[in-house]
């Protein structure tokens, strides 16, 4: 299916220059002179290799059409994450590294989308938020600056973040698992 380039969005899975590449990240452009465009951070699926890549508002690109099922995280070991089928209750395994990096947000009965190309598991797409809960972070230093300046935090997940200055350890805040960051504190 043709989209515009300006309707490509991470997450996607596109077929570029003879593959399949699945979008990391966007940014749209509008520079002074000249036309806008999309600059987009893609992954090789089949490759693993990166690619950066220009997109002129104008142009349009190939969406991949892929097979969608939700299922529920079950466990994982040193290797791989263990997911079940919600319809089926079949269960498969995928290896730590098609998560990139995003296995330690997974918990138990968290209920994601994997995506299939050709029967083959190819990306994992968790829900757009999650709740975490900090497991450490900073002091605030009273008058420390007037603008709010962002702190670091430990979740329990062992995923590092920057937090607002009135989130302490043992709170419960929501994640945004696309880009790793903090969106609001959960009372």
């Known amino acids: 299916m043709k989209i515009n380039a300006n309707e490509i969005k991470p997450g996607m899975i596109i077929e570029h220059k003879n593959d399949y590449w699945n979008v990391l990240k966007t940014q749209h452009v509008k520079p002074g002179k000249g036309g806008a465009f999309n600059q987009v951070e893609l992954k090789s699926v089949t490759k693993g290799t990166k690619l950066n890549e220009r997109f002129r508002s104008s142009e349009t690109?190939?969406?991949?059409?892929?097979?969608?099922?939700?299922?529920?995280?079950?466990?994982?070991?040193?290797?791989?994450?263990?997911?079940?089928?919600?319809?089926s209750y079949e269960q498969i395994s995928l290896s730590k590294s098609l998560t990139d990096e995003k296995y330690n947000l997974l918990s138990e009965n968290l209920e994601v989308t994997i995506t299939f190309m050709d029967d083959k598991p190819i990306s994992i797409n968790l829900p757009k938020n999650i709740e975490c809960t900090v497991e450490e972070t900073d002091a605030v230093v009273k008058g420390q600056t007037a603008a709010s300046s962002y702190k670091p935090a430990k979740l329990k997940n062992g995923v590092s973040i920057t937090v607002p200055p009135f989130?302490?350890?043992?709170?419960?805040?929501?994640?945004?698992?696309?880009?790793?960051?903090y969106v609001k504190k959960v009372n």
């Open 167 to 181: 989130v302490e350890s043992g709170d419960k805040i929501i994640l945004d698992t696309r880009n790793l960051e």
């Open 61 to 87: 690109v190939e969406k991949s059409e892929l097979d969608e099922k939700k299922f529920n995280f079950l466990y994982s070991d040193e290797k791989s994450c263990h997911f079940m089928d919600n319809k």
